[in-house]
Antibody, heavy 121, light 109 residues
């Protein structure tokens, strides 16, 4: 079974940095693009970022471009999201997601349980 | 950017009812549309992709129709485990971006 386990969520100050990670198992990790989707309190889902199976291509939502960096370690079966210049509006539960196919299509067939990032002074 | 608008934002229904949720895209997305179910505190799950294809293991009471800008998710006979939030999502412009609808809460009447 596919398992995605996020970690690293915590309280951070506005302007600060935080790194969250996702450990994956149960599938050929290097073959699949992985990404992050977040949900702010009381709000809907918002796609944040995606990294290709090889880790060589990355994509970001406009709201995080230039501040967040996604990376993929195929030797450790993990992805990470480095979040810099954090803002109050980045407060959310961050879900790790897996692409359904080995090509980038945009259908996320597996999700982690989420990790909470709270940005507040 | 493509905007996705869901309606209604919430619906009250009873077990056994037929429930229909609509999703409208601000531009033509073809069949590049998915539906997800999300129960609070749990991981969201993929229900339908390519507008009408049921994901593995999803009960057949769920169905999706539509193309272009107008889509529907129908739950044929609502079950207790179906009370949840439902989100549509377009992937026409992916990469680099996907867009989710605002969500529909299906609650017990």
């Amino acid at each position: 079974d596919v398992q995605l386990l996020e970690s690293g969520g915590s309280l951070a100050q506005p302007g600060g940095s935080l790194r969250i990670s996702c450990a994956a198992s149960g599938f050929s990790f290097n073959n699949y693009a992985m990404g992050w989707v977040r949900q702010a309190p009381g709000k809907g889902l918002e796609w944040v970022s995606l990294v290709s199976g090889s880790g060589g291509s990355t994509y970001y939502a406009d709201s995080v471009t230039g501040r967040f960096t996604v990376s993929k370690d195929n030797s450790q079966n993990t992805i990470s999201l480095q979040m810099n210049s954090l803002r109050d509006e980045d407060t959310a539960v961050y879900y790790c997601v897996k692409e359904r196919l080995s090509t980038i299509v945009g259908w996320f067939d597996s999700w982690g349980q989420g990790t909470l990032v709270a940005v507040s002074s | 950017d493509i905007q996705m608008t869901q309606s209604p934002s919430s619906v009250s229904a009873s077990v056994g009812d037929r429930v229909t949720i609509t999703c409208r895209a601000s531009q033509d997305v073809g069949s590049w549309l998915a539906w997800y179910q999300h129960k609070p505190g749990k991981a969201p799950t993929l229900l339908i992709y390519e507008a009408s294809t049921l994901h593995n293991g999803v009960p057949s009471r769920f169905s999706g129709t539509g193309s272009g800008t107008d889509f529907t998710l129908t739950i044929k006979s609502l079950q207790p485990e179906d009370f949840a939030f439902y989100y549509c999502q377009q992937a026409k412009t992916f990469p680099p971006a996907v867009t989710f609808g605002g969500g529909t809460k299906v609650e017990i009447k």
